[in-house]
């Protein structure tokens, strides 16, 4: 089923009486059983201000035009937001309504925050087939209960975005990376934490085990990020090689989009600990292949097929089941079982929402 407007779409979700799946473009292929509930018909730009840094857009609206349409004004999503394609193996077209459902957000996160703090307001519809508005159009903004937040990474199960309202920034001038070569992970996690807190505004830290290389962004004005880029050399000198490259956007598009699995047989599971934690957590893993990304707080390991990662993770933290067949995620859950207080939380919010339980029934525990 593919509404073409937010009414149709209302009238669809009223009317149903079993599961849905709810899809944006369907990169992430089915998540669950059920009749499939597209939102990719919902497209186009309601409200562009780049002088107020403000977006309004369909939630269908691919993620590749509005990131052209941002271009052309030189400013940019700041919250990098995945590819899932590559890593699934999945086509479709990514969609700025399922980046939001997802709070996707890539490596820049460690500095200017993740989807959800980009997000101004959303207009969604809810398990009754109500049309649903919360927030504004504008960064100050306050209107009752914060249903922005709730929606964002909530997968579908509170309700079908429609319309969402998005806080833009403008493009860095320039960008270096500073390499630090042949280091193990312990040196890495020590490289990496004192790169994010020197004053020199890291925009991305990441390892690559392959290579044994860390990786720091710097972005800004060109001649702040030259000054920038060769003074953290400097300091991570001492932790191992140090060099400094202005080529860095595939790069950057590859640790975003964990390239590194692309192609690659297993099963895919998303970690994140304090990144102090990384390093006692990774061997326990067992893993065939690992890439770290937010200083080492984001684990991404690929296992051999049917593993349940979740207990092998000794330390605080969650585990997402992000690539596994049908059979496994059924058996191990996609998401990190909730602790008791929270799951009944969670299923209160699910049962005013969506009183008749089907969207994406399951997904969430």
């Keep these: 089923m593919t509404p073409q407007s937010e009414a149709e779409l209302a009238e669809i979700i009223a009317g149903a009486s079993g599961p849905l799946c709810i899809q944006g473009g369907g990169t992430r292929g ?25 977006l309004v857009v369909k939630a269908g609206t691919p993620v590749a035009e509005v990131e052209a349409l941002l271009a052309a004004e030189n400013q940019r999503l700041a919250f990098e937001p995945m590819d899932h394609r590559g890593l699934l193996g999945t086509e479709g077209e990514p969609t700025i309504g399922g980046v939001i459902a997802a709070n996707v957000s890539g490596p820049r996160r460690i500095q200017t925050g993740a989807a959800r703090d980009h997000l101004l307001g959303v207009r969604f519809v809810d398990g009754s087939g109500q049309a649903v508005k919360n927030g504004g159009r504008v960064m100050k903004n306050v209107t009752g209960y914060d249903l922005v937040k709730l929606l964002c990474g909530a997968h579908g199960a509170l309700g079908v975005l429609t319309e969402v309202s998005l806080k833009v920034l ?44 860390a990786f720091v962004r710097v972005e800004g004005f060109a001649d702040s990020v030259s000054y920038r880029s060769k003074k953290l050399a400097a300091e991570l000198a001492g932790f191992g090689e140090t060099s400094i490259s202005a080529e860095g956007e595939p790069l950057w598009q590859g640790i975003r989009d964990v390239s590194a699995f692309h192609g690659r047989e297993g099963d895919v599971w998303r970690i994140s600990v304090k990144p102090s934690d990384a390093v006692e957590l990774a061997p326990r893993l067992e893993a065939e292949a690992l890439q770290f990304d ?41 998401f990190q079982p909730q602790p008791g207080l929270l799951a009944a939380i969670s299923e209160g919010l699910r049962r005013q929402f969506d009183p008749k339980g089907i969207f994406n029934p399951g997904l969430m525990g």
Excluded: F
Excluded at 179 to 186: E, F, S, Y
């Design 30 to 54: 089915r998540t669950v059983e059920g009749d499939v509930l597209s939102t990719c018909s919902l497209t186009g730009v309601e409200l562009y201000e780049p002088g107020a840094l403000t």
């Design 170 to 213: 403008p493009r860095a001038e320039a960008m270096a990376t500073v390499a630090v070569a042949d280091v193990g992970l312990n040196q890495a996690v020590a490289a990496m934490s004192a790169s994010l807190g020197s004053p020199y505004d890291v925009t991305g830290a990441a390892y690559d085990p392959d290579s044994k290389t």
């Design 294 to 334: 937010w200083g080492g707080g984001l684990i991404w390991a690929r296992v051999a097929e049917g593993n349940d990662l979740r207990a092998r993770v000794n330390v605080p933290g969650h585990a997402t089941l992000v690539r596994a067949s049908a059979g496994t995620r059924s058996r191990l859950g996609v």
